[in-house]
Nanobody, 126 residues
Framework: QVQLVESGGGLVQAGGSLRLSCAAS????????MGWFRQAPGKEREFVAA????????YHADSVKGRFTISRDNAKSTLYLQMNSLKPEDTAVYTC???????????????????WGQGTQVTVSS
């Protein structure tokens, strides 16, 4: 099993930045493709960004492309999400997830993720 713990959320003004971290423990972190998802109040959880097991390939949702960057440090067993130019509509609970790596591809579908963290709240004020 893999345990995932997010941190770095908080309250920020529109236009500001935050960096989320997701610390993994348990099985070898590099065995997993990783992703970030978010869920706003009254809305379904949505995909934000994904990265393959060694960090050589990433994919970002159109809504965050050019503003958010996913990355990972396998030596530290940590996943990151750098969020710049934040907007009020980015307000949500952000959750990291791990999917057993299948080749070098990223994983976009929620149903393919095996482990989930508890989430961290990000609130962007206007």
């Amino acid at each position: 099993q893999v345990q995932l713990v997010e941190s770095g959320g908080g309250l920020v003004q529109a236009g500001g930045s935050l960096r989320l971290s997701c610390a993994a423990s348990g099985r070898t972190f590099s065995r997993y493709a990783m992703g970030w998802f978010r869920q706003a109040p009254g809305k379904e959880r949505e995909f934000v960004a994904a990265i393959n097991w060694f960090g050589g390939s990433t994919y970002h949702a159109d809504s965050v492309k050019g503003r958010f960057t996913i990355s990972r440090d396998n030596a530290k067993s940590t996943l990151y999400l750098q969020m710049n130019s934040l907007k009020p509509e980015d307000t949500a609970v952000y959750t990291c997830a791990a999917a057993t790596a299948r080749g070098t591809t990223v994983v976009v579908q929620q149903g393919q993720y095996d482990y989930w963290g508890q989430g961290t709240q990000v609130t962007v004020s206007s």
